[in-house]
């Protein structure tokens, strides 16, 4: 078990520059998001339909394009392939400001989206190839937290900044953020190329220039022969499933319970800060690094509780308190980072740094596309048996598969655990 503080990467200049430059690249890719909605709902006076278009618009990079762009993060120098998504991410974002219709901004989005796309998995990579082995836990858990806690609070940040000045604002910091990004970046050290070439179950070596789609299929291979890592990408994918199965359900279960709008803004902080200290304390505390999916399991499990708990406020059979929902989400947050830590080390140490993009890619495909189908699947089972059944739905699937999980991988974790053991010994 790893004994190093969480901060421990961040001692080597190479990845505190990393480091640095995806935050600041995490806050501009969810700093809009709240700003684009108010951009078409309010500025244009569009409606749902529109609004549905840009929730698609921003869903179908990850999933459709994603896998494809990713082997370019296992083909072209990594460093220079974020600052290029950077770059145009800027100039993209300052398209938004002068956009002058709906299609043209979903055109934008679109490209944004898929350089987002592209950005992640080299970001992955450059952390296999820059941080030492006994501080990639850390280095990993130092990313989660920079990637889910913008997720949560820069749109919060944005919604801020629009109430004082306007969305064209929220762009235009935006496009400052990415520069700022790029600017950590170019600090790196020259990443060296990633290899074409790796084995193949030890039976025959890859051409070190392998077609596109041999690359792309190797990757996709990869995940299906690696037993944890398929299971770590199964587990986190059903659970994404599950979370925004209820998620876009939030506002009308605060109206069931007797929270006004206002409180909404409330929830939402108290889960940024609760992923903030969650991910603080598992990356922490690493006694769970020979078992990660176990960790991904039981966290799970009770997460699931906890929603199960907000399906009980939404029939009435918990009075409505501002203190105890805040609670709950708060809770829900901490509870949230005890799998989100663990997947992003899952990834990193059971991938070689040569394919990592690849996977990487083909991982926020599969839990793209669960977020992706799982909103409209909620909306209409609400319809059907109302809200609270939703959540008691989501609550009840996140309980049973955390349980399932915890049955099914145990030998599997322990088999690995004592096979590394026994490798370090000789």
């Given at each position: 078990m790893s004994k190093a503080s969480i901060f421990a990467p961040l001692k080597h200049r190479p990845y505190r520059m990393l480091f640095t430059g995806q935050l600041f690249s995490d806050l501009g890719a969810?700093?809009?998001?709240?700003?684009?909605?108010?951009?078409?709902?309010?500025?244009?006076?569009?409606?749902?339909?529109?609004?549905?278009?840009?929730?698609?618009?921003?869903?179908i990079p990850w999933v459709l394009i994603g896998p494809f762009a990713a082997v370019w993060a296992d083909r072209l120098p990594r460093k220079g392939l974020m600052i290029f998504c950077d770059l145009v991410?800027?100039?993209?974002v300052l398209g938004f400001v002068i956009a002058p219709n709906l299609y043209v901004l979903?055109?934008?989005?679109?490209?944004?989206?898929?350089?987002?796309?592209?950005?992640d998995p080299a970001r992955q990579g450059a952390i296999r190839t820059l941080v030492p082995e006994e501080v990639l836990l850390q280095a990993s858990s130092l990313s989660q937290l920079s990637l889910n806690a913008t997720k949560v609070l820069a749109p919060v940040l944005g919604g801020i900044i629009i109430a004082v000045y306007s969305p064209s604002f929220v762009f235009l910091l935006e496009a400052v953020l990415f520069l700022f990004s790029i600017f950590f970046i170019m600090r790196l050290p020259h990443l060296p190329k990633p290899s074409a070439d790796r084995k193949d179950g030890g039976e025959h070596d890859r051409q070190e220039k392998s077609a596109f789609w041999q690359q792309f299929k190797e990757g996709l291979r990869f995940i299906g022969e690696n037993r944890?890592?398929?299971?770590?990408i199964s587990l986190m994918a059903v659970r994404f499933f599950l979370i925004f199965l209820y998620d876009g359900l939030l506002v009308l279960w605060g109206k069931e319970v007797g929270m006004g709008e206002a409180y909404f803004g409330i929830f939402l902080g108290a889960v940024?800060?609760?992923?903030?200290?969650?991910?603080?304390?598992?990356g922490q505390w690493s006694f769970w690094s020979n078992r990660p999916i176990q960790m991904m399991a039981i966290t799970g499990a009770l997460s699931g509780f906890g929603i199960l708990t907000l399906a009980l406020g939404s029939f009435q059979l918990i009075p409505g308190n501002a203190i105890l929902w805040t609670s709950i989400f708060f809770l829900l947050g901490c509870?949230?980072?005890?799998?989100?830590?663990?997947?992003?080390?899952?990834?990193?140490?059971?991938?070689?740094?040569?394919?990592?993009?690849?996977?990487?890619?083909?991982?926020?495909?599969?839990?793209?596309?669960?977020?992706?189908?799982a909103p409209a699947l909620g909306a209409v089972?609400?319809?059907?048996?109302?809200?609270?059944?939703?959540?008691?739905?989501?609550?009840?699937?996140?309980?049973l598969t955390g349980m399932v999980a915890m049955i099914a991988v145990r030998g599997l974790e322990m088999t690995k655990g004592q096979a590394e053991s026994k490798a370090r010994s000789l």
């Amino acid at each position: 078990m790893s004994k190093a503080s969480i901060f421990a990467p961040l001692k080597h200049r190479p990845y505190r520059m990393l480091f640095t430059g995806q935050l600041f690249s995490d806050l501009g890719a969810w700093l809009d998001l709240l700003a684009l909605g108010i951009l078409v709902a309010y500025t244009w006076g569009l409606g749902a339909f529109e609004l549905a278009a840009l929730t698609i618009t921003i869903g179908i990079p990850w999933v459709l394009i994603g896998p494809f762009a990713a082997v370019w993060a296992d083909r072209l120098p990594r460093k220079g392939l974020m600052i290029f998504c950077d770059l145009v991410r800027i100039f993209v974002v300052l398209g938004f400001v002068i956009a002058p219709n709906l299609y043209v901004l979903l055109v934008l989005v679109f490209l944004k989206e898929t350089f987002s796309a592209l950005f992640d998995p080299a970001r992955q990579g450059a952390i296999r190839t820059l941080v030492p082995e006994e501080v990639l836990l850390q280095a990993s858990s130092l990313s989660q937290l920079s990637l889910n806690a913008t997720k949560v609070l820069a749109p919060v940040l944005g919604g801020i900044i629009i109430a004082v000045y306007s969305p064209s604002f929220v762009f235009l910091l935006e496009a400052v953020l990415f520069l700022f990004s790029i600017f950590f970046i170019m600090r790196l050290p020259h990443l060296p190329k990633p290899s074409a070439d790796r084995k193949d179950g030890g039976e025959h070596d890859r051409q070190e220039k392998s077609a596109f789609w041999q690359q792309f299929k190797e990757g996709l291979r990869f995940i299906g022969e690696n037993r944890i890592l398929l299971t770590a990408i199964s587990l986190m994918a059903v659970r994404f499933f599950l979370i925004f199965l209820y998620d876009g359900l939030l506002v009308l279960w605060g109206k069931e319970v007797g929270m006004g709008e206002a409180y909404f803004g409330i929830f939402l902080g108290a889960v940024g800060l609760g992923t903030v200290i969650g991910t603080l304390l598992v990356g922490q505390w690493s006694f769970w690094s020979n078992r990660p999916i176990q960790m991904m399991a039981i966290t799970g499990a009770l997460s699931g509780f906890g929603i199960l708990t907000l399906a009980l406020g939404s029939f009435q059979l918990i009075p409505g308190n501002a203190i105890l929902w805040t609670s709950i989400f708060f809770l829900l947050g901490c509870i949230g980072a005890g799998a989100a830590v663990p997947y992003g080390y899952v990834l990193q140490k059971e991938t070689p740094s040569d394919i990592i993009g690849r996977v990487t890619g083909s991982a926020n495909a599969i839990s793209n596309f669960a977020m992706f189908v799982a909103p409209a699947l909620g909306a209409v089972v609400a319809e059907w048996i109302g809200t609270g059944g939703v959540f008691a739905i989501a609550g009840t699937g996140t309980v049973l598969t955390g349980m399932v999980a915890m049955i099914a991988v145990r030998g599997l974790e322990m088999t690995k655990g004592q096979a590394e053991s026994k490798a370090r010994s000789l």
